[in-house]
Nanobody, 121 residues
Framework: QVQLVESGGGLVQPGGSLRLSCAAS????????MGWYRQAPGKERELVAT???????RYADSVKGRFTISRDNAENTISLQMNSLKPEDTAVYFC???????????????WGQGTQVTVSS
């Protein structure tokens, strides 16, 4: 098992910036995908940005050019730099992981508890 611990959420004014971080609680044998998802009130959870094991990134159209995902392989952490934030970015942001935790494991999905991001003046 692995826990994902998110940090960095909060309240920011429109146009501001926040940086989210997600750390895995233990070493991981093989990461398939790690990323950020968000869920606004009354809406389904949606992909924000992901990064694959080899380092390929993918972004939602709504955040392209404003958000940047990065990964520290040594620490099994990912970060999401969010710039030019808009009120519509307000949501709970979840860290997600698809990985084999040990060599004998198969690929499973894991989720963090979520961190609130509120963009408001």
């Amino acid at each position: 098992q692995v826990q994902l611990v998110e940090s960095g959420g909060g309240l920011v004014q429109p146009g501001g910036s926040l940086r989210l971080s997600c750390a895995a609680s233990r070493s991981i044998y093989s990461i398939s995908l790690m990323g950020w998802y968000r869920q606004a009130p009354g809406k389904e959870r949606e992909l924000v940005a992901t990064i694959t094991g080899p380092g390929n990134t993918r972004y939602a159209d709504s955040v392209k050019g404003r958000f940047t995902i990065s990964r520290d392989n040594a620490e099994n952490t990912i970060s999401l730099q969010m710039n030019s934030l808009k009120p519509e970015d307000t949501a709970v942001y979840f860290c997600g992981l698809q990985a084999r935790i040990t060599i004998s494991d198969y690929v499973r999905a894991y989720w963090g508890q979520g961190t609130q991001v509120t963009v408001s003046s």
